[in-house]
């Protein structure tokens, strides 16, 4: 069942979402070539108790950080080590807040210094998917239109949806109802069979793309997830709650 959210819980969804957007900000400010990541999640659990809130991921499914920190073609949950970023990574941080018991989610990729022209325009095709997807999460929309218009934009510039990971509802939990694919089908029938959005549902946006295969593997230690084909991936996250007036981002300064 999917969750309607009331107003009062909402507010605290906002103000957590904005913690949460504060932290990534500061976050990004850090990132330079020779840092670990494994250092990046350190400053993040820091500045996550600093604001009064709690790793949300930490301790998720056993997960051992509050970070999570994809580095090329890595897409997502990995886990933050002694690798150091390089000059012409791409580095995908995603990281949950639980700010007085709603939970909020939040990923952005940047690049490691300079970048080569593939790389940015990776970049700047997901993070306009994710705006995209946002504009069709309205009340009376269903869940497919949502993931039909990623899968639309992000083919059209030439790359991949990954198809085995998902958005998700947030709030109470780190994850919650419905499952929200990055890929959708127009056809009348097909959307009018996936949930009807309604306002005060809480959603995890996060399309992922990849410039080659959409298929994925494990990392090594279990954790993470890959491109099978060691392709280059971007991940892009907003946490947004449906209105009556449209989409809300809470995950933003």
């Known amino acids: 069942m999917i969750r309607i959210y009331k107003e009062n819980e909402i507010e605290i969804l906002r103000r957590g979402g904005k913690i949460l957007a504060k ?85 952005v990729t940047i690049s490691i210094g300079k970048i ?48 085995e990971l998902a958005g998700h509802g947030v709030g109470k939990k780190v994850h919650e109802e419905p499952q929200i694919l990055n890929y959708g089908n127009p056809s009348t029938k097909l959307r009018a069979r996936s949930p009807k959005l309604k306002a005060g549902m809480v959603l995890a946006l996060e399309p992922m793309l990849t410039v080659g295969d959409w298929h994925i593997k494990q990392t090594k230690d279990g954790w993470g997830y890959k491109t099978a084909d060691n392709s280059l991936s971007c991940h892009f996250e907003h946490t947004i709650v449906i209105t009556k007036k449209g989409p809300e981002i809470l995950t933003k300064v």
């Open 23 to 107: 932290i990534v900000e500061e976050l990004k400010k850090r990132v330079k070539p020779g840092i670990t990541t494994k250092h990046l999640d350190e400053v993040a659990e820091d500045l996550i108790l600093k604001y009064g809130a709690e790793p949300s991921f930490k301790g998720f499914n056993k997960y051992p950080a509050a970070l999570c920190a994809s580095i090329n073609e890595e897409i997502v949950h990995a886990v933050p080590s002694d690798r150091r970023l390089k000059q012409g990574d791409i580095l995908s941080l995603d990281l949950g807040v639980r700010f007085e018991g709603y939970c909020t989610d939040m990923a």
């Open 116 to 163: 080569d022209r593939e790389k940015k325009k990776l970049i700047k095709v997901t993070k306009k998917a994710l705006e995209l997807g946002i504009s069709q999460a309205k009340h009376g929309n269903h869940l497919e239109d949502i993931g039909y218009e990623i899968q639309k934009y992000a083919e059209k510039h030439g790359f991949n949806i990954v198809r």
